[in-house]
């Protein structure tokens, strides 16, 4: 058996404990399919006085991360604190430029400096792993970067967050309104206190740059003009029962997308159609989808996040190098990445889901079907359904009070819709911009 | 850029011709991942001059695999023959004593003869890698043999056979025989003249037994008396709807589950909750499910069967050869696999569903329930309708008509249920040993 592959791990948090108990707990096992064990040799986390409930006998404490980072005494340097900048990214880049490999959940830090820490890595010779970034414990990275080569890919779409999803789910079930969900959400511990990075859809975007990479080809690209980042925080319990009448069900997703004129990347609510595997994706998992051309589709479901789930993929990582593979981090050589050229907006064509608050006077839905007509928007499905009689008569006001309707559109662009609905506003036949919600199939 | 990868290619069929295709389509953009070129060396086929609409221009031509195999000009045999011995067998040995690696698609004769060629491999320092070989498409070799190595599975459960769980969502979907399936499955290529491999179970019995060596560290086995097997030839109308009723759907799946005893290993019609994932897997397509201790559960869904996505998986192992990653077959040295020791049969306990025809006659009912009260097992459900009221006078011989009646049991084991329903028969209350298939929960 070869030496002991030696860890310095940078985080003793949720996911740096569930690393200790695994390697604790199933070391001679892992010794055995890797041909060497693994070791926890040093550690650095902030505060050394805790019962973290995991032996650290033996184990060397450091103050600093980049002095652990640069530990003679270590070959692999396991990076678990998160931050883009920081501390995370100073202690990988000694690492990595003391000769370490590294292997690290940060999809902070890989989407901001992932091509340069991968040419970093590449020029030192060693391994920058990072499946547990994307997906919690779904061996997606793995699958593009290793599985998927003889491929070519057209789509990666996936439900990359857990809070959101949860929250979506139980708006959906228990019909409870988003703020309600929210503060269930952080209750359990599926939301932080400050959920914005969650809702807002950025931890999403940050996922989503590193799969279109992957997948790709493309240097990482989380720049606003190259990813466009909707949340949740405007989705309704009405638009969500409407969808589900409509034989919809609301995700967020993230989507990143082959074009003739680039790699388009988006993450916003969707509309999948319920008869879809991705539509019944239920509470905190995650679930990626891959359309390629020659395995045709591909869907992998699974925990998103927890300090176990996460671990598993950090020790998959760690085999991996105590078994000697190594790899381009991006799954080719980071020189040879090409930019990430974002398309026009909205160039991929999409049915869409209009919710419209109409004046019900005569008229306005033949002016507003006529708006449509004019870009070429058919549609597919127009509910609208009369409002319940009221007891006292019908009086001028009531007469112009807006009541809903929901379109399903067939394919159309954005731009074409949102051309459409700019005029059915100016004309006065809404009472405000009307709502939309891309529909993607699978 | 290294020197290319050369491959010798025996089996010209529908996996190799796309093979074929997928290199010349996507060599560049592979050679630019891999960091060298692959090229198609030699190729051995039977029929020379049949035009298979791929270019072998410069490729050399063999008639025997097995001075292919031999090929002091390859590096990789890819055998895409197929058969458990004979051609596929000689010529892989022949590859492996001559130090070339190797990748197969060809379960049958792993699962007779894998530990055996895992040894020889392992002894060359040469790569047999088979992702192909189970589940088409979908990555579930890496997956338990890379990305799960931090886990101790408990239990792998899957659809592996698209010819069965195709004409199980036909019988479901549109009330079709078992019988008028099957023709319909001839008719479209989804099955061979002789469907006996597959609806019999054996091929799922092959790749399942390939899955429980590699989650479990056990010698491949797929001996009788190490894996049970029953098809879908006994399913009837009667049994999906009856399932659909009581909120399950039947399907064929491979289960392999640890127990105390040793590993369990069972291809079975399984009764699934509707409202699981595995129960929404609908026609051709394959899914793996995984238990496992620090991931929790792991979904995986993609083509099981064809030349583009079995090439896909094909094509991902030549890859890891390319870019220089060396594994054990199996994910541990095959001198280390332990023997696999069934345990005795049926000891995993699980619910079961139970189709009785049950004499209409006084008393009878209650003496079933004893039978099943002593030996514990408690129901959940019992379905039982009022037959529609016949228009003549009842006699006899109607009172005694045997009228079917469905059961759910809560858990208890297979040798427990089977006990009570010999009983139950011997007692004369039914018609004819009542049919039970197990229910697995996800």
Redesign the interface.
């Known amino acids: 058996m070869q030496a002991n592959l030696r860890l310095g791990l940078a985080g003793l948090g949720t996911v740096g404990v569930?690393v200790m108990r695994?390697?604790a707990?199933?070391g001679d096992?892992?010794a055995?399919?890797?041909?060497r064990r693994v070791q926890v040799r040093s550690v650095c986390a902030r505060d050394r006085s805790r019962d973290r409930g995991v032996d650290l006998a033996g184990v060397n404490w450091f103050q600093d991360p980049v002095k652990l980072a640069q530990d003679p005494n270590i070959d692999v340097f396991v990076e678990l604190m998160g931050g883009a900048g920081g501390a995370a990214e100073a202690s990988v880049r000694a690492a990595l430029n003391a000769g370490k490999h590294v292997v690290t959940a940060n999809k902070a830090l890989l989407a901001a400096h992932g091509v340069e820490l991968a040419r970093l890595a590449e020029e030192r010779g060693v391994s920058l792993n990072f499946?547990a970034a994307v997906a919690g414990?779904?061996?997606i990275i793995?699958?593009l970067r290793?599985?998927?080569?003889?491929?070519?890919v057209s789509r990666v779409a996936g439900i990359l967050n857990g809070t959101c999803n949860y929250m979506l789910t139980r708006m959906e079930k228990e019909g409870l309104s988003f703020d309600a969900c929210l503060a269930e959400a952080q209750r359990l511990g599926y939301a932080e206190a400050d959920p914005s990075f969650d809702i807002d859809g950025h931890d999403t975007a940050h996922k989503l740059a590193l799969l279109a990479s992957l997948a790709f080809?493309t240097e990482i690209n989380a720049a606003p003009d190259a990813l466009r980042v909707e949340g949740i925080t405007r989705i309704t319990s009405a638009d969500i029962q409407a969808a589900d009448e409509l034989g919809y069900r609301i995700k967020l997703l993230g989507i990143a997308e082959k074009t003739a004129a680039g790699v388009e990347q988006r993450v916003h609510p969707t509309m999948v159609p319920k008869s879809s595997?991705i539509a019944?994706?239920d509470g905190v998992i995650n679930a990626v989808a891959i359309d390629?051309?020659?395995?045709?589709?591909?869907?992998?479901?699974?925990?998103g996040a927890?300090g176990?789930?996460t671990?598993?993929?950090?020790?998959?990582d760690?085999?991996?190098i105590a078994?000697?593979?190594?790899?381009t981090t991006m799954?080719?050589?980071a020189t040879?990445m090409k930019p990430s050229v974002p398309p026009n907006a909205a160039s991929v064509a999409a049915g869409f889901f209009v919710r419209l608050a109409v004046f019900d006077r005569p008229g306005a839905f033949a002016a507003i079907a006529t708006r449509m007509a004019e870009r070429a928007i058919s549609l597919e499905s127009i509910v609208q359904r009369a409002r319940a009689p009221r007891a006292d008569a019908p009086t001028a006001h009531d007469k112009i009070a807006p009541q809903p309707v929901i379109l399903i559109t067939y394919e159309t662009t954005e731009a074409e819709l949102k051309g459409a609905l700019d005029q059915i506003l100016a004309d006065g036949h809404v009472a405000e911009m009307p709502r939309y919600i891309r529909i993607e199939t699978f």
């Open positions: 569930s695994l390697l707990k199933h096992e892992l055995e399919r890797c041909g499946e414990g779904i061996p793995k699958t290793e599985a998927l080569a003889g491929n070519q080809g595997a019944r994706i390629a051309d020659f395995v045709n589709k591909l869907l992998l479901v699974g925990p927890g176990d789930a671990a598993s993929s950090v020790v998959g760690i085999a991996d078994r000697g593979t190594w790899l799954g080719r050589p040879k």
